[in-house]
């Protein structure tokens, strides 16, 4: 029984307490992920000895190790466990986020809907449902693009495939295909060692730097983008831009994000072994 195998893969911070024997009141660590160790700045011995009660004590948690401030939420995913999560708090100013976030019970409706719809899916109905998963993930969280690229390494280059604009906004991807990967080598690198590349203020970047070139003329303000790769092979990235407003894109939305881009691996695999045969 492990309640922490999906948790341990989350973006934000995350640990498992258990009930210790004989005991109502105390507990003990039993797993946390690399986050919440850096957000807490405790070693795995030391995580053994803090029960979940210095953590969730307060509805905010303050990280002298990153310096940042966290909300905390606790719940139990089954009797004698206890779930704590550190959420960083966005720092933008409030004049340039959305006024309303979507909640978290519609983007976990979206979630399992998108994950079950791609189940037995026949090869000839993939391109129509990445394009319908496309406008409904820009929707859901209010993105102006959602779009899939391909990296392409023998030519160097990276390519929109698929794109959904919301409407007013000017689609891109006739003018992003075999965008060189030299332009973009922070962008490429972030992509493989599988972090995600989110940049909050891309007007604020210097006006020499290449992302900023790229992106600016595009109008946009905030993105978000994910790579789409396994422990083999890094094959693209899917992702969000925001141009009529700046957005800060929260860890439930990032992980949607992140839940769809490992439905896209799978759809990569399948398609190779069906060139196999």
């Known amino acids: 029984m492990d309640h922490f195998s999906w948790w341990r893969q989350a973006p934000f911070a995350s640990a498992l307490f258990q009930d210790l024997p004989a005991s109502t009141t105390q507990n003990h660590c039993i797993a946390a992920n690399a986050v919440f160790k850096i957000v807490t700045g405790l070693d795995e011995q030391q995580l053994a000895q803090a029960p979940a009660e210095n953590f969730n004590v307060r509805a905010v948690f303050y990280s002298a ?24 708090l966005p720092e933008l100013p409030v004049s340039r986020q959305a006024s309303i976030q979507p909640d978290a019970a519609r983007l ?34 209010r993105a102006d693009r959602a779009y899939l690229f391909d990296y392409d390494f023998i030519r160097q280059s990276c390519s929109n495939t698929f794109e959904w604009c919301a409407p007013g906004i000017a689609p891109e991807i006739q003018t992003l295909q075999q965008v060189p990967l030299a332009a973009i080598p922070q962008w490429l690198n972030t992509h493989r060692h599988g972090r995600e590349m989110y940049l909050p203020d891309v007007p604020s970047l210097p006006d020499d730097d290449a992302l900023k070139q790229l992106l600016q003329p595009q109008g946009i303000k905030s993105l978000l983008t994910i790579p789409i790769a396994d422990e083999q092979q890094l094959y693209g990235f899917v992702g969000f831009d925001s141009v009529r407003q700046y957005h800060y894109y929260t860890e439930q939305e990032r992980l949607l994000l ?12 399948q398609a190779a072994a069906l060139g196999e045969e």
Do not use: D, W
Request: a neutral charge; zero cysteines.
């Open 258 to 269: 992140g839940m769809f881009a490992r439905i896209l691996v799978k759809l990569k695999h």
């Open 108 to 141: 976990s409706a979206t979630l399992l809907e998108i994950t079950e719809r791609f189940i037995g899916l026949q090869p000839a109905a993939v391109p129509a449902m990445l394009q319908l998963t496309l406008q409904q993930l820009g929707e859901v969280v």
């Open 65 to 88: 190790n990153t310096h940042l401030y966290y909300q905390v939420n606790s719940f139990a995913p089954e009797p004698g466990y206890q779930l704590v999560t550190l959420h960083q």
